[in-house]
């Protein structure tokens, strides 16, 4: 099974993910990691075609664990998926007729998504992460036009949220 986590800066994917990574002895990819290790220090230009190329070797990674026997689920994050052309990348690389291909989009209200991005400042690894840049992608979002599950994560625990995405998933903790 691979999990996209989709959703706008600040709404509580890469919390969910690692979440849903450790309690289902999965692996987690994410986007902004790969970046920093890819292209450390002042390589990193955060332009659309450098986060492609880690989008899509995230991708890669998930499509050669995923081929194996047994293999654990893989949760991809650090992408919004805000955009068609996102989803499609996703869907051409690992479609779904040949993966067991789940979404799962995380919402906040954008009070609470302001929060979490200041309190991030400096912390995250993506040091673009502010936000201006929530309100840039929000501006330009487009639906997820994919049958995904969507959890609101300001009304909810991290413990609620992660208990829906699991029986969206259809797995239990390890």
Same mark, same amino acid.
């Given at each position: 099974?691979? &999990? $996209?986590?989709?959703?706008?800066?600040?709404?509580?994917?890469?919390?969910?993910?690692?979440?849903?990574?450790?309690?289902?002895? /999965? *692996?987690?990819?994410?986007?902004?990691?790969?970046?920093?290790?890819?292209?450390? /220090?002042? =390589?990193?230009?955060?332009?659309?075609?450098?986060?492609?190329?880690?989008?899509? %070797?995230?991708?890669?990674?998930? @499509?050669?664990?995923?081929? /194996?026997?047994?293999?654990?689920? *893989?949760?991809?994050?650090?992408? %919004?998926? $805000?955009?068609?052309?996102? &989803?499609?990348?996703?869907?051409?690389?690992?479609?779904?007729?040949?993966?067991?291909?789940?979404?799962?989009?995380?919402?906040?209200?954008?009070?609470?998504?302001?929060?979490?991005? +200041?309190?991030?400042? /400096?912390? #995250?690894?993506?040091?673009?992460?502010?936000?201006?840049?929530?309100? @840039?992608?929000?501006?330009?979002? +487009?639906?997820?036009?994919?049958? #995904?599950? *969507? =959890?609101?994560?300001?009304?909810? %625990? =991290?413990?609620?949220? *992660? @208990? $829906?995405?699991?029986?969206?998933?259809?797995?239990?903790?390890?």
């Amino acid at each position: 099974m691979i &999990v $996209a986590m989709a959703g706008l800066p600040g709404t509580g994917k890469s919390s969910l993910a690692r979440e849903l990574a450790r309690r289902t002895g /999965g *692996v987690l990819y994410d986007k902004d990691t790969i970046r920093e290790f890819l292209f450390p /220090g002042g =390589l990193t230009d955060f332009s659309e075609a450098q986060n492609d190329l880690c989008t899509a %070797t995230m991708f890669h990674a998930a @499509e050669y664990l995923a081929a /194996g026997p047994g293999s654990p689920p *893989v949760f991809l994050d650090g992408r %919004t998926f $805000a955009r068609r052309a996102q &989803v499609d990348m996703l869907l051409e690389a690992l479609p779904p007729d040949s993966f067991d291909l789940r979404v799962i989009e995380c919402v906040c209200s954008e009070e609470t998504a302001r929060a979490r991005i +200041e309190g991030d400042l /400096g912390k #995250h690894v993506a040091r673009n992460r502010d936000f201006a840049l929530y309100l @840039e992608i929000k501006r330009s979002s +487009e639906p997820i036009a994919i049958s #995904h599950l *969507v =959890l609101d994560t300001d009304g909810s %625990t =991290l413990e609620e949220t *992660v @208990e $829906a995405a699991l029986k969206y998933l259809g797995r239990r903790d390890v």
